[in-house]
Structure formats: structure tokens, C-alpha cells
């Protein structure tokens, strides 16, 4: 095929998906304009049903739960795959943790970058924290409060600690995290069944005040345990790659 | 109605969306599409959408340029 022709063919199918698609976009409704009746059923009945004011989480955590809980494990069959397909081979061996360049000097870790992410390391477990635990009362829940809280590690590694992030995170202990934040999730809805509710109902009180902490009962407590699992399985994978660029193959010189 | 600070956000994505594509060199490309994470996890919050937000600022401006940066150091390595 010619360079002509292969031009033609793309000017043509381009041209197509052009009109198609603005054609499309006149169709939908305007910004702001939402004709479904799913949010504002959720809007009215989520709080006095919940006593969460988190009403995406009360979503996420409670009338999907199900769903949520699925995505729960594409992440833990993630971090399990990661962990597997980069695990120490045989003709693999470790290098220390130093960089192996000849033709020049080992930069170390400024002291101006050492004392920034330090200062940062308290502030970032604080906000992942809170995070992860208050996913019932404003914006926030597990999944992001376990990756800012996993970035807390991530940024004992920028200060140039490697050992210490390794000291900190051992594989064995964040994949156990990892596997009972994912397990306590199927166990809350397993807790339901065995009370004779359906799985993944709202079991516990709700708590009196809507949008206080100790309200909104499983959702709180689902939120933290997505959180436990998200920061661990974050680590496992950070550690694994970092592992990686530590590892020199026997046949790469 | 789309106020002052979203056309302005809105702008600033489209920028920064083709600087990501224009830069050439990968370690560059990581800090630039970090940038534009940030710039997204904006465009959320000024669409009113802070749960949003907090998963673009975490996925868009942490975790990916990360696993990127960690990519790029294991390939760079092997190329040595």
C-alpha cells in the first residue's frame, strides 16, 4: 500500500469518525442537566437512610457494595500478579542498593530533598489517615486515603532510605495487610448473611448524627478496610519494581 | 453555566494535555503528565466533583508518574 493510498484511507475513516461523533455530542444533554432519575433518588433518601453526608461513598460503600467489592479484588489480583511475574528467578541475582554507573560520581540524596520529604512523611500519613476514616462524613475513603498513605513510604524511599523502606514494608507482612484488608470486605457481607440479611447490608448502628464519625456503620468500617488493602498492595507493587531495578540478569553482561 | 474558572481550567488541560504529547524525551514526558494530573484533579474540583478529585490526585499525579519513573529506571538499566 502506498503512502497516498494509506493517507486516503485515514482522511476517509477520520472524516467519518469526525461527523459521527460530533453528531453525537449535539445529542447529549447540556452540563449540568442530568435526566436520569438514579441521582436524585440517592440525593433524597442516601443521608436519613446512611446517616453517611459522604454520599459517594455511601454509594461506593453501601448501595454497590457488591460492585465495589469486586473492584477491591481486580486490585488485590493486581498486586498478586505483579508480585508473581516479578518474583526472584534463578539466574537472577541482587545488586546493593547503590548506583552502579562507572563513568560517574554516586549523586547522594541532597540534604535540602532529605529534609523536605521528611518534614512531608508525618503530614502525608495524617491526610491518608484521616482519609481512609472519614470516607462517611466528606469526600475521601479507602482508595485514596491507602495511596496517600502509601506514599508516605514511597517518600522514606525518596529520602534515600531504601533499606528502610525495605525494613519498613517486608514483603511478607504487607502482602498479610493486603490479604486481610481484602478479607475483612467479604466478611462484613458475610456477617450480614449470617444475620440473615442479604450480603453487604448495613448491619451495624448507624449512629444518631448523620455525618459524625462513629456514624453510618458498615461504610466506615468497609472504607478503612479498602483502605488497609489499597496502601498495602500500593507497597507491594512500589517494592516489587523497586526490587527490580536492583536486579541484574545474568545474561545482561 | 460554565464560570471564568472553568473555562480557564478547561484551557489550561487542553495545554497541557498536547504539551504531555509534544515532549519527547520519557523521564520529561513523566513530570509533564504528572502536571497534567494536577491540572485535572483542578478541573474536577472546579466541576464541583471532590471525590473525583482526590482519586485523579492520587492515581494522575502520584501513582502513575511512579510506576512510570520505576519502569523507566529498570529499562534505562538494562540498556547501560
Known sequence: ?253 | MTSALQVTILVLVAGGATAVVLTRDPVRQVVSVSIYGLLLAVLFMAFQAPDVTLSELTVGAVALPLLLLLTLAKVRKQEE
Open chain 1, 1 to 253: 500500500m502506498t503512502q497516498s493510498q494509506r493517507r486516503w484511507i485515514f482522511l476517509v475513516a477520520g472524516g467519518g469518525f469526525l461527523a459521527f461523533y460530533l453528531w453525537g455530542l449535539i445529542g447529549l444533554p447540556g452540563f449540568g442537566h442530568y435526566p436520569g432519575p438514579y441521582g436524585d433518588i440517592i440525593n433524597a433518601i442516601a443521608v436519613p437512610q446512611t446517616h453517611a453526608t459522604g454520599v459517594v461513598s455511601a454509594v461506593n460503600f453501601e448501595y454497590r457494595a457488591f460492585d465495589t467489592l469486586g473492584e477491591e479484588f481486580i486490585l488485590f489480583i493486581a498486586a498478586t500478579g505483579v508480585a508473581t511475574v516479578l518474583r526472584h528467578l534463578r539466574q537472577e541475582r541482587d545488586t546493593s542498593a547503590v548506583d552502579e554507573a562507572r563513568n560517574r560520581e554516586v549523586p547522594a540524596t541532597s540534604d535540602a530533598v532529605a529534609m523536605v520529604t521528611l518534614a512531608f512523611i508525618g503530614p502525608t500519613v495524617v491526610v491518608g489517615w484521616y482519609l481512609a476514616s472519614h470516607a462517611q462524613t466528606s469526600p475521601s475513603g479507602g482508595f485514596q486515603g491507602g495511596i496517600v498513605l502509601a506514599t508516605a513510604f514511597v517518600l522514606v524511599y525518596l529520602a534515600g532510605q531504601f533499606i528502610v523502606f525495605k525494613r519498613l514494608s517486608p514483603v511478607a507482612l504487607t502482602d498479610a495487610i493486603e490479604a486481610i484488608g481484602a478479607g475483612s470486605f467479604a466478611a462484613v457481607g458475610i456477617a450480614a448473611l449470617a444475620s440473615g440479611a442479604a450480603y453487604l447490608t448495613n448491619i451495624l448502628p448507624l449512629g444518631s448524627t448523620p455525618g459524625a464519625v462513629n456514624s453510618a456503620g458498615t461504610i466506615a468500617l468497609i472504607s478503612f478496610f479498602v483502605g488497609i488493602e489499597v496502601c498495602a498492595a500500593f507497597i507491594l507493587i512500589i517494592g516489587e519494581l523497586l526490587e527490580q531495578t536492583l536486579i541484574v540478569r545474568e545474561g545482561d553482561r
